[in-house]
């Protein structure tokens, strides 16, 4: 009787994993397939992989799109973690009730849907373009501005810094730290571990935002990889192959940060609930 | 400014000197916030604040007018804000309770001590969260198409004679969005309720085998109250996120058949950037979503608060 239960168990969480991994699969067998055998079905690797790879960077702006991704994205997750982390720290070493007040109102921030800003934001940014050029729409300054700060990153730092050995911060003050200098030379590289789980989430949103980019980077050589895919998704005649292979590249990536930082991609994603 | 006023009148009493240090202390606290308060001032609660103003204003592009609540008025009679609601509400009260199921399921499975090739099937099933919203939609997209596997697969197994219409027809399009959410977001709440799980003293599963619970009394009698925090959590953020919902349907379906799959995110897209825009109009539905996050919050936590009773 419990053997039976033990190989039922197996049997459901066998089909959950294919489920979960069968588009994966379909979608490294057609970066090497052509599409006439994309639309086909095929299920069996083919020999097109290097072909693709040729059409895509003759046919679609491959690099471009990625060096403007990786730019917004790496820049919003440095200046995230500097700002994200200085407040959380601030909210919890210097806690006061006028704090708590102004902490709990930021987290209602998290509340507010995106579509309900994208408008004004629009707008201001077209203010904005009148009076600064170089950092109004259509400039990837613009794209990245707006997601540069969350409640989220800042409440995640704050759980974190509460486990945090308060007698460290002490011992740095006695040794003649500006109180500056304890975040920077003791708090930082005490942290790494939530630095970086924290910079994992806020390069995996960046990499992946969508709405937003889509409205305020017009011109096509300000595109970043989703704005490509989403484009070569909805052309009239795609060719299924370069497409796949796009979409390979730019999940290289994710998967890459989520296989070699596993234990901080979860504890990233965990921090809420701590 | 209020601050700035203390600072002085206390600077003028020297002898007060404690006084003086505590506020410095204070002021290099609220130095440490400010970037971020002021961050989040300005991309957040500002244009949070001007979305309402607009939202009772009314023109093409930059001509608008106050009209008074003659936008929201415009709500009720408007069928494709209707549809919209519509579809997004059916996406929430389908998908919402199916993920939370599955995920639920799965993590129990998984929590089991003497499973093997647990790291393996864990991670399996997490998988679908590394993908960017954008490149999975398109992947479905392929899939589901009138020739695509799915359709090939489901003939071949002869489950169907005919090829489903996945993204044409306006139910089974509808169906394809639910799927494709689905499989991205089960494994991520699986993950909340796996690490919940492990903190549940096995001892209490103990004393109820002895009991004589099975299974299933096991699962519905300590394991869903236990994780009851985890679950609200998980279902109030599925759902603001659901009622959110904008990449996956944009690139799935563009809200086609007609407006079967149409949500409010993408309706206010369409408003202020496909057809001659409406900025104040656009607002007012987007202040829809923020009216119908709120509802919709309560109602869970009044779920599960009468379920504490």
């Given at each position: 009787?419990?053997?039976?239960?033990?190989?039922?168990?197996?049997?459901?969480?066998?089909?959950?994993?294919?489920?979960?991994?069968?588009?994966?699969?379909?979608?490294?067998?057609?970066?090497?397939?052509?599409?006439?055998?994309?639309?086909?079905?095929?299920?069996?690797?083919?020999?097109?992989?290097?072909?693709?790879?040729?059409?895509?960077?003759?046919?679609?702006?491959?690099?471009?799109?990625?060096?403007?991704?990786?730019?917004?994205?790496?820049?919003?997750?440095?200046?995230?973690?500097?700002?994200?982390?200085?407040?959380?720290?601030?909210?919890?070493?210097?806690?006061?009730?006028?704090?708590?007040?102004?902490?709990?109102?930021?987290?209602?921030?998290?509340?507010?849907?995106?579509?309900?800003?994208?408008?004004?934001?629009?707008?201001?940014?077209?203010?904005?373009?009148?009076?600064?050029?170089?950092?109004?729409?259509?400039?990837?300054?613009?794209?990245?501005?707006?997601?540069?700060?969350?409640?989220?990153?800042?409440?995640?730092?704050?759980?974190?810094?509460?486990?945090?050995?308060?007698?460290?911060?002490?011992?740095?003050?006695?040794?003649?730290?500006?109180?500056?200098?304890?975040?920077?030379?003791?708090?930082?590289?005490?942290?790494?571990?939530?630095?970086?789980?924290?910079?994992?989430?806020?390069?995996?949103?960046?990499?992946?935002?969508?709405?937003?980019?889509?409205?305020?980077?017009?011109?096509?050589?300000?595109?970043?990889?989703?704005?490509?895919?989403?484009?070569?998704?909805?052309?009239?005649?795609?060719?299924?192959?370069?497409?796949?292979?796009?979409?390979?590249?730019?999940?290289?990536?994710?998967?890459?940060?989520?296989?070699?930082?596993?234990?901080?991609?979860?504890?990233?994603?965990m921090g809420s609930v701590k | 400014m209020i601050q700035a006023t203390t600072k002085q009148s206390i600077e003028s009493k020297p002898r007060k000197y404690n006084n003086k240090l505590r506020l410095k202390n204070g002021l290099i606290g609220w130095s440490f916030i400010a970037i971020a308060t002021a961050m989040i001032g300005l991309f957040y609660f500002y244009p949070m604040a001007q979305a309402l103003i607009l939202s009772f204003q009314s023109g093409a592009g930059a001509n608008l007018q106050f009209v008074g609540f003659d936008n929201y008025l415009r709500l009720f009679t408007d069928p494709t804000f209707i549809a919209a609601v519509k579809n997004t509400v059916i996406y929430l009260i389908i998908q919402v309770p199916i993920m939370i199921i599955l995920a639920l399921l799965i993590s129990v499975l998984l929590n089991d001590k003497k499973l093997k090739l647990k790291g393996f099937f864990r991670t399996a099933i997490f998988l679908p969260c590394i993908t960017s919203l954008v490149a999975y939609s398109v992947v479905f997209k392929y899939l589901f198409g009138t020739d695509g596997i799915i359709n090939q697969l489901l003939i071949n197994v002869s489950l169907i004679s005919e090829p489903i219409q996945w993204l044409t027809d306006p139910f089974w399009a509808k169906v394809t969005i639910i799927i494709a959410i689905t499989w991205r977001w089960t494994g991520y709440n699986m993950i909340f309720y796996l690490s919940a799980l492990q903190n549940v003293d096995n001892s209490i599963y103990e004393a109820a085998k002895i009991d004589g619970a099975n299974a299933f009394q096991q699962f519905f009698k300590i394991t869903i109250p236990m994780l009851k925090p985890i679950i609200l959590f998980t279902s109030i953020t599925s759902t603001i996120g659901t009622l959110q919902l904008f990449d996956e349907v944009m690139n799935i379906t563009k809200g086609g058949p007609g407006n079967a799959t149409l949500t409010i995110s993408q309706y206010i897209y369409n408003l202020s950037f496909k057809y001659t825009p409406d900025f104040g109009y656009a607002a007012t539905v987007s202040y829809a979503i923020v009216i119908m996050i709120v509802i919709f919050s309560i109602i869970q936590f009044k779920v599960a608060g009468d379920k504490n009773a």
């Open positions: 009787m419990h053997k039976v239960n033990r190989i039922f168990i197996y049997i459901i969480l066998s089909i959950f994993t294919i489920v979960s991994i069968f588009p994966f699969i379909w979608m490294i067998v057609s970066a090497t397939n052509k599409s006439s055998d994309v639309t086909k079905g095929r299920l069996v690797p083919g020999t097109h992989l290097v072909e693709n790879f040729q059409n895509l960077i003759n046919s679609v702006d491959l690099v471009p799109a990625l060096t403007n991704s990786v730019i917004i994205s790496i820049s919003t997750t440095v200046l995230s973690l500097i700002i994200a982390s200085l407040a959380g720290y601030g909210f919890e070493i210097y806690r006061s009730k006028a704090k708590d007040v102004v902490f709990t109102i930021l987290l209602l921030s998290m509340m507010i849907p995106f579509a309900a800003m994208m408008i004004p934001l629009f707008r201001m940014f077209g203010t904005i373009s009148q009076m600064a050029p170089g950092i109004g729409i259509d400039t990837l300054t613009s794209a990245m501005l707006p997601s540069i700060t969350t409640a989220f990153l800042i409440f995640f730092f704050r759980q974190n810094t509460k486990m945090f050995p308060k007698e460290l911060l002490e011992a740095g003050r006695i040794d003649g730290l500006t109180e500056l200098g304890v975040f920077f030379r003791i708090f930082v590289p005490t942290m790494k571990t939530t630095y970086a789980a924290a910079a994992i989430i806020t390069f995996m949103a960046s990499w992946n935002n969508f709405l937003w980019p889509l409205v305020v980077l017009q011109s096509p050589e300000n595109h970043t990889i989703p704005l490509l895919i989403s484009n070569l998704g909805s052309s009239h005649s795609p060719d299924f192959g370069i497409i796949m292979t796009t979409i390979v590249i730019a999940t290289l990536p994710t998967a890459l940060i989520f296989f070699l930082l596993q234990k901080h991609f979860v504890a990233g994603m | -």
